[in-house]
């Protein structure tokens, strides 16, 4: 039988933003409830929900402190089981993010570890002894951490020992070669499954194991003595039997597991996790296709420097589209780590026609789409004024201290960081023009963008049919019935005119051809189409500028075309 999520429209809820329903300015399980029905219309039927479990909140719940129970912040695991069952009623599948890469350091494990070296629980961590010089205690090694530290803390209650945190220190990495360890995340991912969980999406996967010599990274350290090298913690071999441990002990062939795989994973090696009926997970998420316009780490840049490479984003899509032959895969601009796709490669002077066009190039191309929440109305990058706007996110408040260090003044990162920052992706869900967007009663936790006032929210979406929601809508039915589901995961997909450096366009064939043309530019290009035009399915403008075979393309205009 063929895999469910082969047929499933996915959608990314950062659970403290999307909806509060017990006025404390956070969102939570009870609001992801209210809003099931607004999903369900929308042609939604899998929800990957990012961590709900019990935490203290240092890096957004990616900081696990109990596996067991839901935050307080997100309600009860009574609420848990509410929403699954109605998630269920309505035809909708539901995801949790399991962190298994470490916990945090208020988890009950950590804390034994600390108060004895020779627990079992020190024995889940990875805890070395640091190097002498000079009568100084230094860490292990070299590595640095991706939170702008080095990756070892100073392990309480030793001498001479340190822990390793690939991420904060607030987040100890837990050590998969411990067979205990790895059995206390079986009998996790059992109770989420017996409680009716229909997947997990596994963060941070690809750091699960690391390069076992420990040795220094042969990349120059900076002047504190440490670099991030993520090459030593990252996609290492051992991680394939880890998942493969996992599947057999904790989960069954009809769980959904999404993994977070970072930037260096390359095709061919995806395809040993996820190669139908081999590999342990489905679905592997990694990056290549969400900075292609120079804007990670562009800090030095003007805005004027960030554009669009369409070339190479047609190259990111393409160079992973083999594996579709064997593996299901994944299709998504965005998630909660990066900017808002619409002001990444699109623009927020052609909201309307740069979201709709995003939308139709991503969907039509292969495997399991993905839509991060609030997509659909059009929500764009923060223009907050003031740094203390960005420092909700504790990540950012390391970050700042190093860009101050280095000579960055408050403008810049500012700058930057509204171009860049994951906090743009974070901000409570737009539902009506009425006091924080009809997000909360109370003050949200993180600043509202000031833009639900000027028409992007649900509400007026709603009522105006040629909204990006109703786009959203129109075309995720055709992108469900059987023909388009069909020529998606079944068809051959082909780049047309691959060196365009402007226009994204391709066809694909099946039990009928269909044909994607997308103009990635806020001004007018011109694409040669010679193909014998059946209908037009999708389209993002009114009036059709066809002649001699050429299309003149409006800014940000799409055609979802059938071809003869
Ligand atoms: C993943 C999450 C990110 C988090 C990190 C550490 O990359 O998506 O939000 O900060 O893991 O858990």
Redesign the pocket.
Known sequence: MEAWWRNSIGYIIYPASFKDSNGDGYGDLGGIVEKLDYLRELGVDLLWICPIFKTPMH??G?DVSDYYHVDPRFGTDEDLSKLLHEAHLRGIRVLLDL?M??TSDLHPWFMKAKADINSKEAGYYIIKKGRWADGKLLPPNNWGSFFSTSAWERMPGTDDSFYLHV?SPA?PDTNWENPELRNEYFKIARHYVEMGVDGFRL??ISHLAKDPSYADSPLPAGKEGYVLDPDRFSNRPEILSYLREFREKGVDENTLLVG?FGGSLQPGEARLYSDRGRGPVNLVFNFDTVWNNGAYGSIDKRDDEIRTDVISLKNNFMRWYPNAATSDMPLYWC???HPRVLSQYGSVEYRSESAKMLFTTLLFLYGTPFIHYGDEIGMSNVTYSKIEDFLFDD?NRDSLKELRAAGYDDETILRFWRRANRINARTPMQWNRHENAGFSHAKPWVKVNDNYREGVNVQEEMEDPYSILNYFQYAISFRKSATYNDIVNNGRLEIVDYNHPDVFAYLHRGSSTIMCISNFRPYQVYFTFNYELADIVLHNYDGVLLSNHVFTLRPFECYLLKIR
Do not use: R, V
């Open positions: 890096d957004s990616y962190t890469n470490h991420f987040m963060d941070a977070e998630n909660h780590d990540a």
